[in-house]
T-cell receptor, first 112, second 111 residues
Framework: KAGVTQTPRYLIKTRGQQVTLSCSPISGHRSVSWYQQTPGQGLQFLFE???????NKGNFPGRFSGRQFSNSRSEMNVSTLELGDSALYLC???????????FGPGTRLTVT | QQPVQSPQAVILREGEDAVINCSSS?????VHWYRQKHGEAPIFLMILLKGGEQKGHDKISASFNEKKQQSSLYLTASQLSYSGTYFCGTESGGSNYKLTFGKGTLLTVNP
């Protein structure tokens, strides 16, 4: 079956701009989690959605937001981009909490 | 809070064994292990649940000490393909779902 897909794969933005990243989970998966990965901090949890509801949110400023649609596809938005937002953004889908997560290839965001 | 992994890095020769540890200051409901190769997405290795249930690959073994909030991943007879960064993720249960990952352990297996 098709894996998790993320678009776009690479993105270059300037400070102050806004960006929207998209994630399509594996068919049938209703849980989608988003992570920010940077060399120094590893994988940091952004938020998790299940059946269009945000179940939890990590310790990120309100500039980071997300949503999930009825087909389980998810988007995350970062407004007023800062240089420190440069990172690999990964989404992962799963059946539910105690099931393995399948990660997408990520979106590499560079803020200049 | 972020779980602590040890060691931060380990270098092995093919055929040697390694243990990677993951420790949390919070009571845990589950521990998840993933491996990520450079430039690739993390892939699932194993989930260990409170109460003893495990889900994962047959060739991977791990333990979960619920009282000590610790987990260990055992890599035996290492192969070159085992190289990568290993992450443990911890989850404390409840209605909210938040998987918190450690900073990773870089494993290098040399011929």
């Amino acid at each position: 079956k098709a894996g998790v897909t993320q678009t776009p794969r690479y993105l270059i933005k300037t400070r102050g701009q806004q960006v929207t990243l998209s994630c399509s989970p594996i068919s049938g998966h209703r849980s989608v989690s988003w992570y920010q990965q940077t060399p120094g901090q590893g994988l940091q949890f952004l938020f998790e959605y299940f059946s269009e509801t945000q179940r939890n949110k990590g310790n990120f400023p309100g500039r980071f937001s997300g949503r999930q649609f009825s087909n389980s596809r998810s988007e995350m938005n970062v407004s007023t981009l800062e240089l420190g937002d440069s990172a690999l953004y990964l989404c992962a889908s799963s059946w539910d909490k105690t099931y393995e997560q399948y990660f997408g290839p990520g979106t590499r965001l560079t803020v200049t | 809070q972020q779980p602590v992994q040890s060691p931060q890095a380990v270098i092995l020769r093919e055929g040697e064994d390694a243990v990677i540890n993951c420790s949390s200051s919070k009571a845990l409901y589950s521990v998840h292990w993933y491996r990520q190769k450079h430039g690739e997405a993390p892939i699932f290795l194993m989930i260990l649940l409170k109460g003893g249930e495990q889900k994962g690959h047959d060739k991977i073994s791990a333990s979960f000490n619920e009282k000590k909030q610790q987990s260990s991943l055992y890599l035996t007879a290492s192969q070159l393909s085992y190289s990568g960064t290993y992450f443990c993720g911890t989850e404390s249960g409840g209605s909210n779902y938040k998987l918190t990952f450690g900073k990773g352990t870089l494993l290098t297996v040399n011929p």
